[in-house]
């Protein structure tokens, strides 16, 4: 019998074989019309031809929408309550101006739309609309559309607050991970997710899965960290009844249960050198086959992958094989860390308030100032998790409204000041803790080098040249 960490070499796919190329996922369509009736009766149209359509009644709501989602084309009245068509046209195209905008115009008012389309407008049409003209005037725009479309409103929003997939953050590191995730749903490449545990990479690699084209098939999380070294290639690929002791009837991998959708490899870095190679073999040529098995399987699963470690350190000393790391490093997505969003705090906790209040049932909702001073200042080597956790033991401790700073932890309530102390998590590479170090000093001095250097006990050149790394390895992400 075969070992249950054998996988059979996988042959490489002719290029006509492999996996075919996803189609792009639905346009998004927004119907600005304050007739509901004439509004329902476009949507229901153009969602016949399988696209997104949302519906809003004036030109005030769908710039609302606009903060909070883009759109590949709007169609709008000229005429609505408020704000006009035209001045929505020119506010819609100032801050996206890849939006296809059609006008819905009448008679009386054509030259009006007529001038619109010096304002941004791609086309207009006149009332009665027609469904055909108005389906084929839909796809001709749609067609020079690109998939991703920058929107400067959606890192606006209210007080710079969006709300993005189970997300919430005001911190503009936070709002190009949004955008990070939107253009990754795009294509059906490999990701990489990175980032300090704690920060919610499964919530990125969810929120990439639910945007893309692959959102109506399964997601498969896999903590390859958790599974024995010995059972990791039978988890993954499956095996055959009796390919090995304990085999007593076949099992499906989670390649296999996640077919037509999107696995999500959690901590990467775990995976010894044979499931490595395994899992190269799969991305190389999209096939594998179960262990003991004689049939070759399409790998039709977008692959996800996340770790908490410094790959390209792992792969310098030999503990991460490169080819594979090329493989999964299509398109990163780095995760910072609380301390590189600390104006999210607030806004975290009190969303993490409000669903502990509702779960447990408690009146609490509020947060005093003292009790934010103490979030705001603790260095949070948990991250997000650690915050999530916090809020929720206070709110379970609570007995009024308040959230008493009392009810923190001792080593949050009783810290010093976050520059007193630097604390580096288990498992961190010296690269990271020098990093870390760094930072910190830097920001304990008020951003004087001089004096960073001095505390560091370096040269001022070597800082420059450290920091400039930073700068490097940040514009890569």
């Keep these: 019998m075969s070992d249950p960490e054998t996988v059979p070499t996988y042959p490489t796919a002719p290029a006509g074989e492999r996996r075919a190329a996803a189609s792009r996922p639905a346009p998004r369509l ?63 195209h100032e801050a996206c101006p890849a939006t296809a905008i059609v006008l819905i115009t009448g008679h009386a008012t054509v030259k009006t739309a007529v001038s619109a389309l010096k304002r941004g407008a791609s086309d207009y049409l006149r009332k009665p609309v027609l469904p055909k003209k108005l389906k084929e005037r839909v796809a001709a725009l749609l067609e020079t559309r690109p998939d991703y479309l920058p929107n400067r409103l959606l890192a606006v929003g209210r007080s710079g607050e969006v709300r993005f997939e189970g997300m919430v953050a005001r911190s503009r590191v936070m709002h190009n991970v949004f955008e990070k995730i939107k253009l990754a749903a795009q294509a059906d490449a490999t990701v990489l997710i990175t980032g300090e545990s704690g920060t919610g990479k499964e919530l990125v690699a969810r929120a ?87 049939k070759e399987r399409a ?127 288990l498992g961190s590479t010296m690269r990271a803790a020098e990093r870390e170090i760094i930072l910190r000093t830097l920001e304990s001095t008020d951003g004087n080098k001089k004096a960073t250097a001095e505390k560091l006990g370096i040269s001022r050149r070597s800082l420059y040249n450290k920091l400039a790394e930073y700068g490097r390895a940040r514009d890569e992400l």
């Design 30 to 92: 927004l119907v600005v019309e304050d007739d509901p009736a004439a509004a329902e009766a476009m949507a229901a149209l153009l969602r016949e031809e399988r696209h997104t359509v949302e519906v809003v009644g004036s030109a005030e709501e769908a710039l609302e929408r606009f903060r909070l989602e883009t759109y590949h084309l709007v169609i709008t009245d000229l005429l609505l309550p408020g704000k006009s068509g035209v001045e929505l046209t020119k506010a819609i």
């Design 208 to 294: 990439v899965h639910c945007r893309s084209q692959r959102t109506a098939g399964p997601f498969i999380a896999v903590h390859t960290g958790a599974i024995p070294r010995d059972l990791i290639a039978s988890e993954l690929f499956g095996h055959e009844r009796g390919s090995f002791t304990g085999a007593t009837e076949r099992k499906e991998g989670k390649f296999e249960l996640a077919e037509g959708g999107t696995i999500f490899l959690d901590e990467i870095s775990t995976m010894d050198e044979r499931t490595q190679i395994n899992l190269l073999r799969v991305l190389e040529a999209f096939t594998y086959m179960r262990i003991g098995g004689k």
């Design 299 to 425: 790998a039709n699963v977008r692959v996800v992958a996340a770790t908490n470690r410094d790959l390209t350190e792992m792969v310098e000393r030999g503990a991460f094989r490169e080819d594979l790391y090329y493989r999964l490093n299509i398109l990163q997505i780095r995760l910072p860390t609380v301390r590189e969003r600390r104006e999210d705090i607030a806004l975290l906790g009190n969303e993490f308030l409000q669903h502990f209040a509702r779960v447990y049932k408690k009146p609490v909702e509020v947060v005093p100032a003292e009790t934010q001073r103490l979030l705001d200042g603790y260095h949070w080597p948990g991250n997000v998790r650690e915050l999530r956790n916090v809020i929720e033991q206070a709110v379970l401790l609570a007995r009024g409204r308040a959230l008493e700073p009392e009810l923190l932890p001792q080593m949050i309530y009783r810290a010093g000041p976050p520059e007193e102390v630097i604390r580096i998590p």
